[in-house]
């Protein structure tokens, strides 16, 4: 629909112009800084940033009723620049001018009822909301449509001309940054570092296909980080991790479609999030922050954000209930089936402690949990899930489980929806259900496979066949006639299938 046929106080607004006025925050020092320069940690004192807009307040002169009605009316809108994550421009990137925005098809991923069965299983009505529908097929691609978008927006502004774009990743990051990089060519170029052998051959493939890069280091993704932690610090690179606030910015997209979705009832929703280096909690925390902070919702719904036992340390962080004796350990990983969280010593850590507290503070009551569960649940779920006419990967599992154990622990009542963030498509993962399947996990998996959830191909081999097809010779006549009959018998004979009668 063009905007010259929408009403008249939607037509003012639908396009949105570059405004705000966004600043580099420190959490600790609470120095501020330009973002003229990309900056990813305070100059001053080290730690971490968030982006703040100053002149956020201007926000809350528009209605919630407004807004809900101009975020509708962009659904409408065949814009490419809207179609995305910047139908919440005015939150997302508000200095974003449209024709910079880099739009590759992110953003607006189904939500998905789970069916009847599983709700059972688990004990409540929930939802799936499939981010594995993404163009590089998870979550990330939200933030690097934000990160690069304001690359883009720099380089065509004249303020940057060659850029190397570099992450670390636990493999979607890197399959998110390589794509959107390849967009940008020859603007911009792109190198990867992955930990040797500790991401799927599926996401192996994504970078190499974009063209950029690739760098194989050994050990886990935390060795990663520091490599590339070293390159930011002493080279002229962009860094792509989630340590870069833009990438923030554009995963709260995540919790606006949420509520867009639902109709702005927040009040009884329940948000599952698995935590990794903990960018995509800090940022569905600050979305909902946000839409609160300008009434757009009626509540901040409950997070539940989970980790497997084998890589938990914002769980173990939390579980001292006195807040001024936590202390944050960095942990030594072990193997998971929730790979892409596989991390030890997340980036984004001091984001959630003082993010938490302030979602706790504004709810007026505990809202956000951890909780932790074991890589033979996580398993379980991921299978059962998708056995069930769902696309859920294993951290969808591990949010599954993660529901199932919140409940158990009576942090839900129960007669909450939940809404399970299925971070990325089951297929980047299937190498896990290939290895329960043929009970071949390695020891320090801690899985053993269930037989009632196991399903392998069956070869099909009538004794009785003398000839078969292959490439390049098939059959033809009786001998085709026989091998047709013959694997028919066969295949109905093993799904035990009854005769049809003829009359
Ligand atoms: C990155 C990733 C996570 C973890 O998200 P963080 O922002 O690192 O906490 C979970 N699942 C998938 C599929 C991911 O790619
Ligand atoms: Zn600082």
């Known amino acids: 629909m063009r905007p010259e046929h929408f009403p008249p106080d939607i037509r003012s607004r639908v396009i949105p112009e570059p405004g705000g006025r966004l600043i580099y925050s420190c959490l600790s020092c609470a120095s501020e800084f330009d973002i003229a320069k990309l900056l990813y940690t305070c100059p ?15 926000l809350k002169q528009t209605p919630a009723e407004q807004w809900r009605r101009i975020f509708d ?25 449209l024709p910079a925005v880099v739009y590759l098809g992110e ?10 069965l599983l709700q059972e299983a688990v004990g409540m009505r929930f939802y799936f909301k499939n981010d594995g529908q993404n163009p590089s097929a998870s979550f990330k691609d939200r933030g690097m449509a934000s990160a690069l978008s304001y690359i883009h927006y720099l380089i065509i502004s004249g303020k940057v001309s060659e850029v190397l774009a570099i992450c670390a990743s636990t493999g979607d990051t890197s399959a998110a940054a390589a794509l959107y990089a390849a967009y940008l060519r020859p603007h911009i170029k792109s190198a990867v570092l992955l930990p040797h052998k500790k991401v799927t051959p599926q996401q192996l493939s994504q970078p190499l296909g974009s063209g950029a890069r690739v760098y194989e280091i050994p050990g886990v993704f935390d060795d990663c980080m520091k490599v590339v932690e070293a390159l930011s610090d002493h080279y002229d690179v962009a860094l792509l991790n989630s340590k870069n606030a833009w990438r923030i910015l554009g995963q709260e997209s995540y919790s606006y479609e949420i509520a867009q979705e639902f109709e702005y009832e927040m009040a009884d929703k329940v948000v599952v999030v698995p ?58 990983v ?26 706790n503070d504004l709810a007026g009551s ?15 779920w991921y299978l059962k899930a998708n056995r069930n006419g769902h696309i859920a990967c294993t951290h969808g599992g591990e949010c599954l489980a993660g529901l199932k154990a919140a409940l158990s622990k009576g ?28 009970n071949s996990f390695p020891v320090d998996f801690e899985v053993q496979p ?54």
Not at 286 to 313: C, N, Y
Not at 366 to 380: D, K, N, P
Not at 413 to 427: K, Y
């Open 366 to 380: 505990q809202r956000v949990h951890i909780v932790q569960v074991a890589e033979q649940a996580i398993m379980e």
């Open 44 to 58: 001053d004192c080290g730690q971490v940033l968030l982006i703040q807009d100053e002149r956020f307040e201007r």
């Open 334 to 359: 072990r193997a998971s089936v929730a790979q892409a969280a596989m991390i030890g010593n997340p980036v984004s850590m001091p984001r959630v402690v003082q993010l938490v507290n302030r979602y």
């Open 411 to 438: 942090l839900l009542t129960g007669a909450e929806t939940a809404i399970i963030d299925s971070t990325a498509h089951a297929l980047k993962f299937a190498g896990f259900q290939d290895m329960y399947f043929e």
């Open 73 to 97: 009316y962009r659904r409408m809108l065949t814009l490419p620049a809207l179609k995305g994550i910047y139908r919440y421009h005015e939150f997302i990137g508000p200095v974003i001018p």
């Open 275 to 332: 935590i990794g280096n903990a960018g995509n909690i800090t940022a569905v925390m600050s979305g909902f922050i946000k839409f609160q902070q300008v009434g757009l919702i009626d509540a901040l719904p409950k997070i539940i954000g989970v980790q497997s036992a084998h890589a938990d340390p914002v769980y173990q962080y939390y579980l001292e209930p006195d807040a001024q004796k936590r202390k944050f350990v960095p942990q030594n």
């Open 107 to 116: 953003g607006h991923t189904p939500v998905i009822e789970a069916n009847a």
């Open 450 to 503: 269930q037989p009632s959830l196991i399903n392998r191909p069956v070869y099909v081999h009538p004794k009785d066949l003398d000839e078969v097809p292959a490439p390049g010779k098939p059959l033809s006549g009786p001998a085709f006639e026989q091998f047709v009959q013959t694997v028919t018998r066969w295949i109905a004979e093993d799904l035990h299938l009854i005769k049809k009668t003829t009359t």
